[in-house]
C-alpha cells in the first residue's frame, strides 16, 4: 500500500513539473518581446482558400452580436456599443468561446453586408489592441481555434476590405500561425495539443509559400493521430464527444489536401476511417451519444454533419477493447457499457469513475443513463458529475473508484486528474441460450475496501429483457474479513422521460416509456427506493429525474440481481 502511495506521488509530481514547465514556456511565447520570426513560418503573399465549416452557424445570433448581446456558455454580455473584447468575462468558458472566433460561423450565415461589415470591424479591433496576446486567449487551444475560424471565414472577413485590412489581417494571422508552431509541442495533452496540430496542417495548405511548414505540420498531425486515435476508433480520453469535435477538424482538412491536389497523410485516412463506425457505436437509437467520461447534450446537427461523411453505415461493431467499451444490441434495445479503465494521467482531467456503468435504451427512448455534464455551466458541475454515484453503477462506501486530486494548491495548475483507479479489469463476452452475454470485473475498491465488483448483463434474443448481477468478492477469492466495510448502493439513473412507480411487492417498479411501451424493473430478494436524481446532459440544461437504488452489504448479501422486461413480453 506504502508502495503504491509513493508511486502515486511520484506520477503526480512529474505531472506537475511537465503542466508547470509547460505553462511558463507557453506565457514566454506569449510575451511580444519573443522573436516570433525564428519559429520559420514565412508572411504568405495570400490566401489559397478557405477551408469549409461543417459546424452550422444561426443567423438569429448575427442579429444579436449586432446588437451588443454577447452570450456564450450560459452567460450573456452587454456591450452597449463597445468591443466586446474590451469587457470582463464573466467566466472563463465565456471568455475562451468569444476568444476562439467560433461564433464567426454565425455572421456568416446572416449572409448580409452588415454583417460582414460586423465580422471585419470585430477582427479589426482584435488586431488592433493584439488580443492574441491576453491571458486566455493565449491558450494554445484558443489559439488555434482561433486560428481554423480566421482561416475557414477569411471569405467573410475580407469581402470588401481595404488592402491596408487585409495587409493588417495576413500578419496578424501569421503571427498567430508562429505562436502555434511554437507552443503546439508543450500544450496541455489531449485536445489541446491535437486542435494545434491540425490547425497547423490548415494553414500550411491554405497559406500561399508554406512548404516548410506543411512538412513540419504534417509530421506533428501524424505523431498525434497515431498516439490519439486508438486502434478500435476510440480518442485516448475515453470521451465519446471528441470524436465528433475531432471529426469536425478532420474532414475539412481532408478537402483541404484536394483542393491543393496534395495527397493526404494516410494516418490522416486512417483515422477517419477508424472513428466512423465509433459514432455509430455510441449513438442509441434515438440518436444521442451514451454519457461518459465527460459527455453533454449531442450536438444532433454537427452529428448529422459528420454522419453524411459516412460511407460504411453498417450495424455497429458491439466490442471496443481499446477503448473500454461494450455495445449490446438485440430488436430495439440497446446496451451500452463501460468497461475500461481510466484514461493516463495527462489525459483523464475530464474523465469519469464510471467503470462498468451502463445506458439502457429501448426504441427511441432511453431508460437508464449516467448524469453526464450540461453544455453549459460545466465547471460548476465536473466535480459531481464524475463521482461513481452519477452512474448507473455500484457505488462502494460512498466512494469513487477513481481517486480524483479535488483540493490543494496543486489543482490550480493541473486541475482534478484521475490519481488512481481500476487498473485490473477482465471484461468476457460470449452466448447463453442465443443471447448475448457480457460479464466485466474491476479492483477499483480493492486497495480501499478489498472489493472486487463484478457485473454481468444478458440481453435476450428479442431484446425485451436484460439480466442483470452485480457479485463482490475480495481479490484473493477468499471472505470477507468481519472488519472490512462493504457496504454498497447499486444506482440505475432514469432519463427524465421515464416515469417510475412502485409495485406493491417492494421488489419491482414500473417504468412508463412516454409511447406507454413500459416496462419493469425487478431484483428479486432485494428492496428497491426511488430516489430523487439529475440529468445533466440535456440541451434544456439540468433536469430533475430520478434513480433506482439497491442498497445492502458485500459481507451479508454478496450477489445482487436484477431485471428490465419489457411488459408487453410479460403479457405474451
Known amino acids: 500500500m506504502a508502495r503504491e502511495i509513493y508511486a502515486d506521488r511520484a506520477r503526480l509530481a512529474l505531472f506537475a513539473a511537465e503542466t508547470g514547465w509547460n505553462s511558463l514556456v507557453a506565457r514566454t511565447l506569449a510575451h511580444p518581446w519573443f522573436p516570433w520570426r525564428a519559429t520559420a513560418v514565412p508572411l504568405p503573399s495570400r490566401l489559397l482558400f478557405a477551408p469549409h465549416e461543417l459546424r452550422t452557424g444561426d443567423p438569429a445570433r448575427a442579429t444579436e452580436f449586432y446588437a451588443g448581446r454577447y452570450s456564450f456558455a450560459g452567460k450573456l454580455v452587454l456591450t452597449d456599443g463597445a468591443s466586446p473584447f474590451e469587457m470582463v468575462p464573466p467566466s472563463p468558458e465565456w471568455a475562451r468561446e468569444l476568444y476562439s472566433f467560433g461564433w464567426l460561423r454565425h455572421l456568416q450565415a446572416a449572409a448580409s453586408p452588415i454583417a460582414r461589415a460586423h465580422a471585419r470591424a470585430l477582427v479589426g479591433d482584435w488586431i488592433a489592441m493584439r488580443g492574441h496576446r491576453l491571458p486566455q486567449a493565449s491558450a494554445p487551444e484558443v489559439a488555434a481555434r482561433r486560428v481554423a475560424s480566421w482561416l475557414t471565414q477569411a471569405p467573410l472577413i475580407l469581402q470588401d476590405a481595404d488592402p491596408g485590412f487585409h495587409r493588417r489581417f495576413i500578419r496578424s494571422l501569421t503571427a498567430q500561425v508562429r505562436y502555434i508552431k511554437s507552443v503546439g509541442p508543450n500544450a496541455p495533452d489531449g485536445r489541446a495539443r491535437l486542435a494545434c496540430a491540425l490547425t497547423l ?28 486515435v486508438l486502434g478500435d476508433g476510440g480518442h485516448v480520453s ?45 449513438r442509441h437509437v434515438d440518436g444521442a451519444f451514451a454519457l461518459f467520461n465527460g459527455m453533454g447534450p449531442t450536438p444532433a446537427d454537427v452529428l448529422a454533419t459528420v454522419l453524411a461523411y459516412d460511407d460504411a453505415r453498417g ?14 444490441e438485440a430488436g ?30 429501448a426504441g427511441r427512448h432511453r431508460i437508464v443513463v449516467n448524469c453526464g455534464l450540461p453544455a453549459a455551466g460545466r465547471e460548476e458541475w465536473r466535480a459531481v458529475a464524475r463521482q461513481t454515484a452519477a452512474h448507473s453503477t455500484v457505488v462502494v462506501e460512498d466512494t469513487s473508484s477513481c481517486r480524483f486530486l479535488s483540493a490543494g494548491p496543486l489543482t490550480r495548475l ?35 475496501f478489498g472489493v472486487v465488483h463484478q457485473r454481468s448483463w444478458r440481453l435476450s434474443v428479442d431484446g425485451m429483457r436484460l439480466d442483470g448481477e452485480d457479485l463482490f468478492r475480495v481479490a ?10 462493504g457496504r454498497y448502493a447499486v444506482r440505475f439513473h432514469l432519463h427524465p422521460s421515464i416515469e417510475p412507480s412502485r409495485a406493491s411487492d417492494g421488489q419491482t417498479v414500473i417504468l412508463r416509456l412516454p409511447d406507454g411501451d413500459d416496462w419493469a424493473f425487478t431484483a428479486p430478494g432485494s428492496a ?45
Open 238 to 282: 475515453r470521451n465519446p464527444g471528441m470524436l465528433i469535435e475531432v471529426l469536425l477538424d478532420l474532414l475539412p482538412l481532408r478537402q483541404s489536401y484536394a483542393a491543393r491536389h496534395v495527397a493526404p497523410p494516410p494516418a490522416l485516412l486512417n483515422a477517419i476511417d477508424r472513428m466512423m463506425p465509433m459514432l455509430r457505436f455510441f
Open 332 to 361: 430495439s434495445t440497446v446496451v451500452i457499457a463501460d468497461t475500461g479503465a481510466p484514461p493516463p494521467l495527462p489525459l483523464s482531467l475530464e474523465a469519469h469513475a464510471g467503470c462498468l456503468s451502463f445506458e439502457l435504451s
Open 528 to 572: 428497491v427506493v426511488i430516489e430523487e436524481s439529475i440529468f445533466l446532459g440535456s440541451n434544456a440544461g439540468p433536469r430533475r429525474t430520478e434513480q433506482l437504488v439497491i442498497t445492502g452489504n458485500a459481507r451479508q448479501t454478496p450477489r445482487v440481481e436484477w431485471t428490465f422486461v419489457q411488459l408487453r413480453a410479460l403479457r405474451g
Open 476 to 485: 484473493q477469492g477468499e471472505e470477507f474479513p468481519t472488519d472490512q466495510p
Open 414 to 448: 493541473c486541475g482534478a486528474p484521475v490519481l488512481g483507479g481500476p487498473a485490473d479489469l477482465h471484461v468476457d463476452r460470449g452466448e447463453r441460450g442465443g443471447a448475448d452475454v457480457l460479464r466485466a470485473s474491476h479492483d477499483g475498491y480493492v486497495r480501499r
Open 201 to 228: 496542417s490548415l494553414a500550411s495548405l491554405c497559406m500561399a509559400d508554406q512548404t516548410r511548414l506543411m512538412r513540419a505540420a504534417q509530421k506533428r498531425l501524424v505523431d498525434e493521430l497515431d498516439r490519439q
Open 315 to 328: 450495424r455497429p461493431v458491439s466490442n471496443a477493447p481499446y477503448s473500454g467499451y461494450q455495445r449490446m
